[in-house]
């Protein structure tokens, strides 16, 4: 035992000496010019080490280095392809000699990387490497080497990994600068700092990373902390309060300025490939989204999350409408349609969805998105097989509710869609001013649609959308109009009186408006249209082009009265007045047909008194006729009075 122990410490001591002769007696600086022509031949690029090349040897076996550049070849804007200022890297010796790896700090100082593309396309990645082919080694050599590779799998490890040790990581003024000249794009990345603390298997190691980023005029700053936990069997990785801090800058953004922040604790198993976010929180600016997300990857990749928000005011974040004189405007009209009439729609391609698994509930407080207020939002959303679902989205909106199923299938790339959709009690004319500046109707809303289409781009919804609705309004308004007053109108115009004074109000007011329609092509047929009022009922049908945003509606209004009460219209009982409404959904006209009224009412009174005389002759005549001739007395009149 005590001659193996003496063995041993002999050959510790033979291997420390050897390396301290290589460390007195070799200086690296002196095989500077071997190491660049060498480095020369392998990259095709000129290496410049600059600084000094350092040994150290105890407690650590180590290499530092002062300056290296590796210069571009001509024809690019930079000097240098790749430069650092300095870097040192050692590993410890005593733990090695017992089958440990413990490796000391390694530091990088001023590393820069330039990737560049310039303006005939040639980029300085180009011939990056040894120009001369590689000679294809003889087949028995190959079969030897890879006898020799699985011989070395076979063995044990000298070293085991669990027990790495790394003293730490310090990476600092690092600038990665990507530019094509052709395409005229730049992106920039520097990171300030980056630190790891000591690293061990199964303990904690506190990780910092400052960085900034620049792309085509938008600078990004972000700061990312954290404390990394690596199991010893490999099977886990945490990320424990995990966070990244985030502001974003530049003409690009909305209000020249966003800033983020994400706070959670990521866990990632190993082989089963899953990712999991727990205690995540996402603010952009007072937007807040908390909750869970997990995502797992396979052939499938799967999705949960479960997620609440609070209210959402996304107005600062959308594109700001800009003053201009009204040549301007009209200038930026023409601008507009032939950049339309030359972008040709895409489909979008939906083919990813055959390859997710997605099962996951959202909550939102409320959106305010321009004038358009919504209420809380909850939704469900799943998506297997191709088709993604919302089922249900409900919405607290205007007072009342929406209630949504919908769904979207890949369908071999036809991209087909489902929808039904149901509003309940939503005041309508305060939802419709918000949302299209339209202000002819008000009232509570029942509306329900089922439809169904094929085609994802804007002209192929409008065009493809078909289906089938109803909708009721009570206690409502129609704007635009005095149905009332035009009555009263109507009348004094009838009796040779002046017309009443004109009420400033134009508005009709109704207790129910009810109907259906039918959605083809771009065109909602509104095949029945019923309102009622005290004084007036209303119906019709009528067609609205969602294509080019007009209506165009022929309608019969007829006043009514209680019956056996003289009532303001009484005298109109009977008549019906043509209504028709047309142009812009934004700005309808309405007009009565007067000469039409007219003809009724005279029509009217001329069938009453034929009416009215043919009673009092057949009352005359048929007392003093028989059964016979009473008969052929009838059919006389019908052919008279008809």
Do not use: C
């Amino acid at each position: 035992m005590k001659l193996l122990l003496k063995i041993f410490i002999s050959f510790i001591v033979l291997i420390l000496l050897a390396m301290l002769a290589l460390v007195m007696l070799v200086n690296p600086n002196d095989y500077k010019e071997q190491i660049q022509t060498q480095a020369k031949q392998s990259l095709n690029r000129e290496l410049l080490i600059n600084g000094d090349l350092s040994w150290t040897l105890f407690p650590q076996l180590g290499l530092s280095s002062g300056e290296i550049e590796v210069r571009n070849l001509d024809g690019f804007n930079r000097e240098n392809f790749l430069k650092i200022e300095s870097a040192s890297l050692g590993i410890k010796i005593l733990p090695l000699l017992k089958g440990q790896l413990k490796i000391a700090e390694l530091n990088l100082e001023g590393f820069r990387l330039n990737i560049i593309t310039n303006k005939y396309g040639q980029s300085n990645l180009d011939n990056l490497g040894p120009q001369n082919s590689i000679e294809e080694q003889p087949e028995s050599n190959t079969k030897q080497s890879t006898e020799v590779v699985t011989n070395n799998d076979n063995k044990e490890a000298f070293f085991d990994i669990s027990q790495l040790v790394l003293d730490g990581i310090n990476i600092n003024n690092t600038v990665l600068e990507i530019q094509d000249l052709k395409a005229n794009s730049y992106h920039k990345v520097i990171i300030n700092k980056m630190h790891l603390g000591q690293f061990e298997f199964s303990k904690d190691s506190d990780f910092v990373l400052i960085s900034e980023l620049l792309v085509n005029g938008t600078k990004a700053n972000i700061k990312l902390t954290s404390v990394i936990n690596v199991s010893a069997d490999l099977t886990q990785i945490n990320l424990n309060n995990l966070v990244l801090e985030s502001q974003f800058s530049g003409k690009d953004i909305p209000n020249g300025a966003v800033n983020s922040t994400l706070k959670t604790n990521v866990v990632y198993q190993v082989k089963s490939k899953k990712l999991t976010l727990e205690q995540f929180q996402f603010a952009v600016d007072d937007i807040t989204l908390n909750g869970k997300i997990s995502l797992q990857s396979g052939d499938i990749t799967k999705v949960r999350y479960s997620l609440v928000g609070n209210q959402w005011d996304l107005n600062p974040y959308l594109p700001k409408n800009s003053t201009t004189t009204d040549k301007n405007i009209k200038n930026d009209s023409k601008v507009t349609k032939k950049v339309e009439k030359n972008t040709a729609e895409v489909e979008p391609d939906l083919s990813f969805l055959q390859g997710l698994d997605v099962q996951g509930d959202l909550k939102i407080a409320g959106i305010l998105y321009e004038n358009i207020k919504i209420g809380t939002i909850t939704n469900n959303l799943i998506i297997k097989k191709g088709k993604a679902s919302l089922s249900p989205l409900n919405v607290q909106l205007y007072g009342g509710q929406l209630n949504l199923n919908a769904s979207v299938a890949d369908a071999k790339g036809k991209n087909r869609y489902y929808v039904n959709t149901q509003l309940k009690d939503v005041q309508l004319r305060p939802l419709l001013i918000d949302a299209a500046q339209i202000k002819f109707l008000s009232g509570h809303t029942a509306f329900s649609f089922k439809g169904k289409g094929q085609g994802l781009t804007q002209s192929k919804i409008k065009k493809g959308l078909s289906g089938q609705g109803s909708f009721t309004l009570l206690d409502g308004e129609l704007y635009g109009v005095n149905l009332h007053q035009d009555i009263r109108r109507l009348k004094a115009t009838l009796k040779g009186k002046k017309p009443p004074t004109e009420s400033d109000v134009k508005k009709t007011d109704f207790a129910s408006l009810a109907g259906s329609f039918s959605l083809h092509k771009g065109v909602v047929n509104n095949q029945k249209l019923l309102m009622l009022s005290s004084v007036l009922r209303l119906d019709g049908t009528g067609i609205i082009n969602i294509i080019s945003n007009t209506l165009d509606y022929k309608l019969s209004l007829a006043p009514l009265s209680k019956r056996g009460v003289e009532t303001e219209q009484f005298d109109l009982n009977g008549v019906v007045i043509p209504l028709h409404i047309q142009g812009s959904l934004n700005d309808p006209k309405f007009s009565l047909d007067t000469k039409g009224a007219f003809k009724a009412q005279a029509k009217a009174k001329i069938d009453a008194e034929k009416k009215r005389l043919q009673r009092k002759v057949e009352k005359k005549l048929k007392g003093r006729l028989d059964d016979k001739s009473k008969q052929l007395l009838d059919g006389i009149f019908k052919g008279l009075f008809r």
